[in-house]
């Protein structure tokens, strides 16, 4: 397997804190030796555990991105004990450009793992983070949101896997960051994305969205900071005296354990919701209409939910094309 041509000045075992880049090789008209820099911020004291948190997976989701950022600006090693590696736009030019895939390659990172030293830049963060910033980690959060086709009821996630000693492992994590909800993600269609990657590292990962439409909840970043410090002190990083706030659970368990609880548009046209976020809804329910504003005399057509939950994610766009997703649920958690 060939190295990462990702290369950095920052020292990963040097105590203290140390605000760097990453940098990704990158070769065009305009700069025929240059780099993407991407922002790395390492802050170690002494010998324990290590959290990775990261954001910025996809560009165009910020309450991570905004969350990560004030936790550099306050974090120091005095705070701490191991190490805390931060990077809040991992997918660099994505978040620059505000939009969820990279203009470089119109790469999606969180569709990229486990990667490619040698693909295009996309590619080669994934393996990066797959074969460097992964098995240096005891812990990690890659930090999400709906993006800007999607709306999020704010919850805190992980990753079921075959592993039940990490499952166990994964779920004290979930409960310790405390957020309002805490969701078990059981289905897995993708395996292509960061947490399948890094739960085959045997690594204790944490998702989360935490808001969406393209804009940035305060509340939603109170709740990853909140979540965070909660985390940092579960891992044993910082003390439980530094992590005391609003969010400390009980986080209500829920999970999304099947294709069912996803509801897409059938046609192309103007979507009409007929729930909104925290909704309860029921199998055979009618989730929404699709209406044809060029041939207004044609009816609706309508979608229906295929199994009983609770509406925690919407589509933000009104229009939509056939097969976009324009619902999905979550149970509780039996
Ligand atoms: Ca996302």
Redesign the pocket.
Known sequence: MSQSMIWTRVDYEKDGKQNGWLQLPHSVTRSAYGNVSIPLTVIKNGKGPTAFLMAG??GD?YEGQVALCKLIQALEPHHIQGRVIIIPAINLPAAMAGV?VSPIDQGNL?RSFPGDPNGTATYAIAHYIDTVLYPMADIHHDL????SSLQYLPFASMRQSQDAALNARATSALKAFGAPIGLIWAYSPDSRLSSVAAVNRNLVALGG?FGGGGSVTSSGVRIVEQGLKNLLAHAGIIEASRAVGPYAGPSRLMEIKSRDYYVYAPEAGLFEPAVELGDMVRRGDVCGKVYFVDNPGRAPEPCYFEGDGMVICKRHFGRVERGDCVVHLATDVA
């Open positions: 997976n996809h989701e969820r969180n999400h949101s709906g993006g969205e």
